[in-house]
């Protein structure tokens, strides 16, 4: 049994709960450890040459602190020597040892990338939330948000990243990429992610964030003309794509058909913003607005982990339910 160091004392004598803490008790409960250890385990080092590697489930708890709080590699270092909360939530007593180093953490996560693994974790998550009866599969909401992509040229080529692109919303340029998401229209799980260069039409990518089971799929304008698409045009979909802006006005709101119509696009419209939690929760609570990596397969494997822990997050009132332990 270990002793415990005074300054752990010191903690757990405090008097008020922080909202951290509560957070990652809450992510500690929710997450499907054993699906998602079991995912990465094959390909982790088992250690037979060279230094011992840090242990499977303690890099995995280094990472995952990583993409909750949007740190870099040095970053999430330097936040868990400086805070209990998430020393206690990866396992590390300061005195006896210290947090993984910088260089660690980002040798797992090219393990990570080179593999597919962070999809193979969504896909894991998905499973068990499936599996807890959290997510159908008739209904399909598809949107996709910009990212922007630091736009410095400090590089041998000095140029831009060549992945990347610029694209004009309203009045606004950005640089960077897309993410594409497919959504469950019930639940407001996300089941599909898909990255872009950010200049990629959002109604290109619609075939790639459905999952082919959907009877009804909710869009907003800007993917008008969906159904006329080679690759879609023979599916068996009911597609309620919103009416653009500029044809609803041109109907008069005193006449029948214009109320109808309002009315009509009102109720569309609050069954697609089921597709703004996820990104709200990717950027605000995650504080993932800006990409970290270069290229779009590093991070779109970083977008998959967020979804992926996004849906614990929005689902996680569900699943902690039946212990009658509902997150406040």
């Known amino acids: 049994m270990k002793q415990i160091s005074f300054s752990q004392v010191e903690y757990a004598g405090k008097k008020r709960t922080t909202r951290r803490e509560v957070f990652l008790a809450e992510m500690e409960r929710v997450m499907p450890w054993s699906e998602v250890l079991g995912v990465i385990e094959p390909h982790y080092p088992k250690g037979k040459r060279g230094r011992p590697p840090v242990g499977l489930e303690r890099m995995l708890r280094v990472y995952l602190v990583q993409q909750w709080y949007n740190l870099s590699d040095e970053g999430a270092e330097d936040?868990?020597?400086?805070?209990?909360?998430?020393?206690?939530?990866?396992?590390?007593?300061?005195?006896?040892?210290?947090?993984?180093?910088?260089?660690?953490?980002?040798?797992?996560r090219h393990l990570l990338e080179k593999h597919e693994l962070t999809k193979k974790v969504f896909e894991a998550i998905n499973g068990q939330l499936s599996a807890s009866g959290l997510m159908m599969r008739e209904g399909t909401i598809a949107d996709a948000t910009i990212l922007a992509a630091p736009p410095s040229v400090k590089n041998e080529a000095q140029?831009?990243?060549?992945?990347?692109?610029?694209?004009?919303?309203?009045?606004?340029?950005?640089?960077?990429?897309?993410?594409?998401?497919?959504?469950?229209?019930?639940?407001g799980l996300v089941h599909t992610v898909v990255g872009t260069a950010a200049n990629v039409a959002d109604v290109t990518q619609t075939g790639e964030v459905l999952h082919g089971e959907e009877k009804t799929v909710y869009l907003d304008a800007g993917y008008t003309g969906v159904e006329k698409r080679e690759e879609l045009k023979d599916r068996d979909i009911d597609w309620q794509v919103?009416?653009?802006?500029?044809?609803?006005?041109?109907?008069?709101?005193?006449?029948?058909?214009?109320?109808?119509?309002?009315?009509?696009?009102?109720?569309?419209?609050?069954?697609?913003?089921?597709?703004?939690?996820?990104?709200?929760?990717?950027k605000n609570l995650f504080h993932f607005r800006k990409v970290r990596y270069k290229g779009l397969a590093k991070n779109t494997a970083q977008l998959h982990m967020l979804f992926g822990l996004a849906n614990l997050v929005i689902a996680k009132r569900r699943l902690l339910a039946p212990n009658g332990q509902v997150a406040s």
């Open 79 to 108: 936040e868990i020597t400086d805070s209990q909360a998430l020393r206690g939530f990866v396992g590390i007593d300061l005195s006896r040892e210290s947090a993984p180093d910088a260089t660690t953490l980002l040798q797992f």
């Open 159 to 187: 140029a831009r990243d060549p992945e990347m692109h610029q694209t004009k919303k309203g009045n606004q340029w950005y640089f960077g990429m897309k993410a594409h998401i497919g959504v469950d229209a019930e639940s």
């Open 242 to 282: 919103a009416m653009k802006r500029g044809k609803l006005k041109a109907v008069p709101e005193e006449s029948v058909r214009g109320r109808l119509l309002r009315q009509l696009e009102s109720v569309k419209a609050s069954i697609r913003s089921k597709v703004e939690h996820p990104f709200h929760i990717v």
